[in-house]
């Protein structure tokens, strides 16, 4: 049963079969007329079975509510084909609604580029094979039309005047909702308690224009400036001290910039490399037994970092034989 967290906010907890995440956080925000839903759960029938029940259990109707999807993660994104009916509104940022709403998002040639170019190819990853790219595997299903919502927007739910605050790093055009007399912020997968969240590269580690993890730090910042009393992600436990957890999650990743630093002090190494050389908080023996997802999630979070590096000045980067080798100026 979704418990109200907030009056009038119920949590729906929908799970992710298979997913070490475990299970997703949705919301549902009643209002007079509409409702409004804050993101869905992957593209399976596990998860729609659940957010029925969940809806059902909460007395609201099809057709009563509508989608605010914070990024185009499909464990946030995959349902809304399957919730959309005919009054439905999808709200969304730019980034997510092209990948909502367009046929094609390209995803298989990225994945071919990015499994050769980050060195993953030579760990035994095949760039032919991007059904482990969650990306496509459980895209969400296609919608007819989304609304794209910028940056400073208002959305009246209820007694609720929320706010979308645009916070790239984890995903482009990641929104993240602020409700300030309430004072509360729904930060999908921005801010998360206890899991730190992913921050990846979009584009390929030559190509790459922009520094994402660079924009992760500075939306931290951005959400920092709020006078926040609760925040409601989009996994596990909600977070009571937005400052605390802030802070925590930079201190990680100056960490982790420091030890890459360390880490490539006297030789040259691809993303692969260095992702394989760092600490993670997962249950598999050694490198070698990490399934290729996870490898590809570990060799993007380390290639986030590099490339960071790399805009910083304190690294550069070279191409040989497509393999892109990071080292020290
Ligand atoms: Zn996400
Ligand atoms: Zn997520």
């Not at 170019?117 to 991007?130: I, K, N, R, V, Y």
């Not at 997968?189 to 922009?210: F, M, R, S, V, Y």
């Not at 951005?222 to 605390?244: N, S, T």
Request: proline share 5%; glycine share 8%.
């Amino acid at each position: 049963m979704a418990e109200e967290v907030y009056p009038n906010i119920h949590k729906l907890t929908i799970p992710l079969p298979k997913n070490p995440l475990k299970a997703l956080n949705a919301y549902l925000i009643k209002g007079n007329k509409r409702h409004l839903l804050i993101d869905t759960g992957f593209n399976r029938p596990e998860c729609l079975a659940a957010m029925e029940k969940e809806l059902a259990e909460l007395g609201i109707e099809k057709d009563s509510f509508d989608l605010f999807i914070t990024h185009l993660h499909g464990d946030h994104s995959g349902l809304a084909g399957s919730l959309v009916f005919e009054n439905t509104k999808v709200l969304t940022g730019q980034y997510c609604a092209d990948s909502l709403t367009k046929k094609s998002t390209g995803a298989k040639n990225r994945f071919y580029d990015f499994v050769i170019q980050s060195g993953l190819a030579d760990m035994g990853l095949t760039p032919e094979d991007s059904s482990i790219h969650p990306g496509v595997r459980y895209a969400a299903q296609k919608i007819e039309q989304a609304q794209v919502i910028k940056d400073g927007d208002p959305i009246k739910v209820g007694d609720f005047e929320l706010l979308c605050v645009e916070t790239i790093g984890h995903t482009p055009g990641h929104m993240c909702l602020y409700e300030p007399h309430h004072q509360l912020l729904f930060s999908g997968d921005h801010i998360l308690g206890k899991i730190t969240p992913n921050i990846a590269i979009w584009g390929n580690p030559w190509t790459i224009d922009q520094d994402y993890l660079g924009e992760y730090l500075k939306s931290l910042d951005k959400v920092g400036r709020l006078k926040v009393k609760l925040v409601l992600p989009g996994h596990r436990h909600l977070v009571r001290d937005l400052h605390q957890r802030i802070s925590e999650l930079k201190a990680h990743h100056h960490f982790r910039l420091e030890d890459m630093l360390e880490k490539l002090k006297d030789e040259k190494l691809t993303g692969a490399q260095v992702a394989s050389r760092m600490k993670w908080d997962l249950s598999y023996s050694s490198w070698d037994k990490f399934p290729p997802a996870q490898k590809f999630f570990a060799t993007g979070e380390a290639l986030s970092h590099l490339t960071h590096l790399v805009f910083s000045g304190l690294l550069k980067k070279e191409l040989d034989q497509e393999v892109v080798y990071y080292a020290r100026r």
